[in-house]
């Protein structure tokens, strides 16, 4: 047989399926289990966006569409931006793609040629390095351990700048797996940074900016410093906020040069976000919008409940997340123990020793790039929660 393509020998399965799929075999061999692993947002969108999806079917022209994305959907996306504080766009320099992943990857095919350099903080969301490794970019994470709120410095970021000159910085807030958000002065600060290096792109994928906690408003490097948007690309996605992710359907918003890059990748990938999932994607983002405020409010209440749950293990380090759906809880205190005489050197066994023995699934930390924390994620049915969390502490309380 003729061998495949160099590219595919790099890329990976990801990480976080691999453990979605153990804890579904276990359940289907019935198994009591609680998923804590998967970041979906485990809600329904609002009646609005099924009536504006039929309605469109009854008219639907059952041919191709823009490669860019409908006028009516760039501008529905315009005012969705408009109202984060994201003024001065016009469609020009916006583009679709099917969900954020297509949206990154096609950045990083249209920003980066082999070799360059990509950096990131890390932990960081599994897809950053899978997606480095197919376009064969050097990724550089930049560790922003427990001890800095996972969150990344002005100084460590002026230095990596400095030292690997990358041609992108792919930039993630609220993020994955952490769940920190940065406020609006570090948002300054690290904007002050970005200005004095001028050869590198910044991408911002700040899919979950709507699920902010405690307050917080979401910032972006373009509003503390507005001369940085002639290389900031700014990434949205209906699959979080909207509780969408099988509808797929990203955006951005950048320079208008990389706007028709990922128009003209769209043009030879999948031609156009279909009618359709279209019309529904217009109704989401501007029709009424009490799912996505509600399901914030349930997502605070439950963040509250797991972060209260690992406080009160001694040991464990989790500082507080401010957005999404994620606590990311560093887990190291348990390594050298054993449970049950499983013993457990690292996070992959922690995990595993969970599953098998409380039926509780997690992603270990170093899908995520940090080896010793693992990441929760609690759109779990609200009355799953607190038993996993129990058995979670139970495992813990186990330990020998
Ligand atoms: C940080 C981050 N970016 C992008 C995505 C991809 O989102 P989409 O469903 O729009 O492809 C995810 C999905 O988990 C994510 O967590």
């Known amino acids: 047989m003729p061998l495949l393509a160099r590219r595919i020998g790099r ?10 799929e153990k804890a579904k075999k276990l359940k289907a061999d019935g198994r009591d289990i609680i998923s804590f692993s998967i970041g979906v947002p485990n809600f329904l969108p609002g009646d609005h966006v099924y009536q504006a999806a039929r309605d469109a079917l009854a008219k ?10 409908t006028d009516a959907l760039l501008d529905a996306f315009l005012q969705h931006i408009e109202a984060l504080g994201l003024t001065g766009y016009t469609r020009a320099n916006l583009s679709t793609g099917i969900g954020a992943k297509h949206i990154l990857y096609n950045l990083a095919e249209s920003l980066l040629d082999e070799g360059d350099t990509i950096a990131y903080p890390s932990p960081y969301w599994t897809t950053y390095a899978d997606i480095a490794d197919i376009v ?4 550089v994470p930049l560790p922003c351990p427990a001890s800095q709120d996972y969150k990344l410095t002005p100084a460590q970021l ?11 910085l792919l930039f993630n807030n609220p ?3 952490t769940g920190m958000v940065y406020t609006r002065d570090e948002i300054a600060a690290l904007a002050d940074v970005l200005v004095k290096h001028p050869d590198t792109w910044i991408i911002t994928d700040d899919i979950y900016n709507r699920m902010l906690f405690d307050g917080l408003a979401y910032t972006n490097f373009v509003q503390a410093r507005p001369e940085l948007r002639d290389r900031t690309v700014f990434v949205d996605s209906l699959s979080k906020t909207y509780g969408m992710p099988g509808w797929r359907v990203g955006f951005m918003a950048g320079p208008e040069p990389v706007a028709k890059a990922l128009t003209t990748m769209n043009s030879n990938h999948i031609t156009n976000v279909p009618e359709v ?27 509250d409940q797991v972060l209260a749950a690992m406080e009160a293990i001694p040991g464990v380090v989790c500082p507080r997340p401010q957005g999404a759906f994620y606590v990311f809880p560093d887990i190291s205190c ?5 449970h049950g005489g499983v013993k457990i050197e690292n996070d992959v066994d922690f995990c595993n020793a969970l599953l098998e023995a409380k039926g509780v699934a997690c992603v270990p930390g170093s899908a995520f790039g940090e080896p010793r924390a693992l990441r929760i994620s609690y759109t779990c049915p609200t009355p799953q929660l607190a038993p996993g969390l129990q058995r979670f502490q139970e495992f813990f309380a186990e330990l020998k």
Do not use: C
């Open 158 to 168: 002026d230095d990596a700048l400095a030292t690997h000159k990358p041609k992108v």
């Open 277 to 303: 999932v279209t019309a529904a994607a217009i109704a989401a983002l501007t029709g009424p919008q009490d799912v996505p405020t509600q399901k914030n409010a349930e997502f605070q209440a439950k963040r």
């Open 136 to 139: 064969n970019a050097k990724a």
């Open 60 to 69: 639907d022209s059952g041919q191709y569409g823009s490669n860019r994305g």
């Open 11 to 20: 890329a990976k399965p990801s990480a976080i399926m691999a453990v979605a």
């Open 175 to 177: 993020s994955n797996p």
């Open 334 to 338: 348990a390594f050298g123990k054993s």
